[in-house]
């Protein structure tokens, strides 16, 4: 995403969890998009390799409801969760 779009782009909450946190170094961040993969894409635009992994097998709420919709629309103030695969029993 280049500076001009960034800054016109809607600013979205991201909450990263377990593996996803731990791989990208901190819990929260700030990132700019119109659509889900948008945010993903400046997400992952500051992520390490490892990090990029452990973010791509992970699932995504927007607003805390499921999303698997790339293309979902985004808007000022959402929130996004990166929750990657959870093991246990």
Known sequence: MDE??????????????????????AETTTVHGTTLQD????LLSTAS???AQAIGRSSFLVNAVACT???RALSEGD???????????
Do not use: K, N, S, W
Not at 5 to 19: K, S
Not at 39 to 42: H, N, P, S, V
Not at 79 to 89: I, K, Y
């Open 49 to 51: 390799p490892q990090a």
């Open 79 to 89: 929130r996004l969760d990166v929750l990657p695969p959870l093991a246990g029993g």
């Open 39 to 42: 945010a993903l894409d400046d």
């Open 69 to 71: 919709d790339r293309g």
């Open 4 to 25: 001009t779009t960034q800054r016109t782009a809607p600013a979205i909450t991201v909450q990263l969890f377990a593996g996803a946190a731990a791989e990208y170094g």
